[in-house]
């Protein structure tokens, strides 16, 4: 007689998930074992993996970078597929550029590499002491955010330079030496995904890990691994365009029983109004529809997921960082646009034609060395907006900028520098995702990201008079943010997934862990 399968449900096409699925499916034994299946409520894998094309270049709507190359399994796939080798132009392909960025404020005065420098590294030693790479003998709260931390640097380093420069010229040099460390704070808000770098939790930085060696992009796009992933898979196995509305779990009673047969502990209905049974579910959906999954118009999960569980999900922060591509007509030979760091003024100094929404944006540069496509970052609620606006909107913000910015070094930057295209990524308003990645937010903690990963229902012993048990690995839960020190990147959902996958192949004893 012929045992039957466990139906194993992964909801979620992403890095998370399709790196789950590949394993169980790729691991010796358990076909015979397993019926696996991944529901993806989008039409096209990836998640928030997009690679797209722009004014003939590749380019990344989501994820963009290999965060260094020494142990990276995304690194180890991109090699093994050859994705690291294009003869199509791509974004970043010349790696890091901030080596030849030129500061400009938003007057058009151009700022001496010798007057930024002090600044950069007074920010740079900072975050290398909040993520613990040097060590400060100040005392340091117990709850703190990064934010404050900064500030507290940046004051004190004003209070030690008090006496250098006196009346309007010390005035000047401080509102500058304000709008260039606001710059390097918004870079920093790009990585971590938060509105503001007061979110974000001073202690938990230096958890997090960055893998060794440069910084890479992946030539023939990041959507390359997730195909790989998928490849091994069967026809038919993934399913686009199923939406999963509700999850019901068994958390401390029997099976249901529908027609006097037993059905697996859960079911998923869809948003088409079919519902499917898994004894097991891997939830990989993101941190931000979980948060809004947890809410009691949402009811996404019947029962309610655990207290500690909707703890996690509601102490962890979780961001919006959108990106801006804006192409722009032929301009004249041997001349080419900066890398232009952006300093922007306080506000009784303001240019009033630079929309808001523009004023924490640190970078504005083409994707490579010579290419006409340019490219910005926006976070939090800069980055909602820029999703509400119209192309016509963006480029008429964007080119007074850049008239505002480059004014002293081409008088005619406005028409020079005409922008005619525009693409933006929209990772806040989409249902499917509402965010970009997670961050760990004050007063929360890698215990956290450690509950997050916590499958249900958790063992404990039953308290029915039958002394029977839930069943085990009803609900599991993979992605970025439920790695504790891999959070916010796409190895970090690999890893995850990996976990996940483990978990169950050692449940059914086809792995030793």
Not at 301 to 311: G, I, Q, R, V, Y
Not at 429 to 445: M, Q, R, T
Request: charged fraction near 20%; include cysteine; hydrophobic fraction near 40%.
């Amino acid at each position: 007689m012929v045992s039957k399968k466990a139906k194993v449900v992964i909801i979620g096409a992403g890095m998370a998930g399709l790196t789950a699925a590949n394993k169980l499916y790729t691991t010796a034994g358990c076909k015979d074992l397993l019926d696996l299946c991944v529901v993806e409520g989008g039409n096209r894998i990836g998640g928030r993996i997009n690679t797209s094309e722009f004014g003939g270049d590749r380019i990344e709507l989501g994820a963009t970078w290999i965060h260094g190359i020494g142990g990276s399994p995304v690194h180890e796939i991109a090699q093994q597929i050859n994705s690291l080798q294009s003869e199509q132009p791509w974004e970043c392909m010349d790696g890091l550029l901030e080596t030849e960025a030129i500061t400009i404020a938003e007057d058009g005065y151009v700022l001496d590499s010798s007057f930024v420098e002090p600044i950069s590294n007074l920010f740079n030693k900072l975050m290398d002491i909040s993520q613990s790479k040097l060590v400060t003998q100040n005392e340091i709260p117990n709850v703190m955010s990064v934010g404050s931390f900064l500030r507290r640097g940046i004051d004190a380093y004003w209070d030690e330079h008090v006496d250098e420069l006196e009346g309007l010229d010390k005035r000047r040099k401080r509102s500058l030496e304000q709008g260039i460390f606001a710059m390097f704070e918004s870079i920093q808000r790009t990585y971590t995904s938060a509105n503001d770098l007061e979110m974000l939790d001073f202690n938990a930085e230096k958890e997090y890990c960055m893998f060794p060696g440069e910084e890479i992009t992946i030539a023939k796009g990041y959507l390359s691994v997730i195909e790989s992933l998928a490849s091994v898979l069967p026809p038919g196995l993934i399913q686009l365009g199923r939406k999963v509305t509700k999850i019901e779990w068994q958390p401390d009673e029997l099976l249901e029983i529908e027609n006097g047969t037993n059905k697996p502990p859960v079911k998923l209905h869809f948003v088409d109004g079919s519902i499917m049974y898994a004894d097991h579910v891997i939830v990989t959906v993101s941190l931000g529809v979980l948060k809004q999954g947890i809410r009691e118009d949402s009811g996404m999960f019947n029962p309610p997921l655990a207290s500690f569980k909707t703890e996690a999900i509601t102490r962890l922060g979780f961001g919006v960082v959108n990106k801006v591509f804006l192409k722009l007509t032929s301009i004249p030979d041997g001349i080419n646009f900066p890398y232009l760091q952006m300093v922007f003024h306080n506000e009784s100094e303001q240019n009033p034609k630079i929309p808001w929404w523009m004023r924490r944006t640190a970078n504005l540069c083409p994707i490579y060395g010579n290419s006409n496509v340019l490219l910005s970052w926006f976070v939090g609620k800069e980055a909602l907006e820029v999703e509400s606006l119209s192309d016509e909107e963006i480029i008429d913000g964007f080119s007074k900028t850049i008239s505002s910015f480059l004014i002293n070094s081409h008088s005619d930057a406005e028409s020079m520098f005409k922008v005619e295209k525009v693409l933006k990524s929209q990772w806040g308003n989409d249902p499917l995702f509402l965010g970009s990645y997670s961050y760990v937010a004050i007063e929360s903690s890698g215990d956290d990201l450690d509950a997050m990963a916590e499958p249900l229902p958790k063992k404990i012993t039953s308290l029915h008079d039958s002394n029977v048990s839930p069943p085990p690995l009803q609900i599991l839960f993979a992605g970025e943010a439920t790695h504790r020190t891999h959070y916010s990147t796409t190895h970090g959902a690999y890893f995850s997934g990996i976990r996940e996958a483990n978990r169950l192949l050692q449940h059914y004893h086809c792995i030793d862990i």
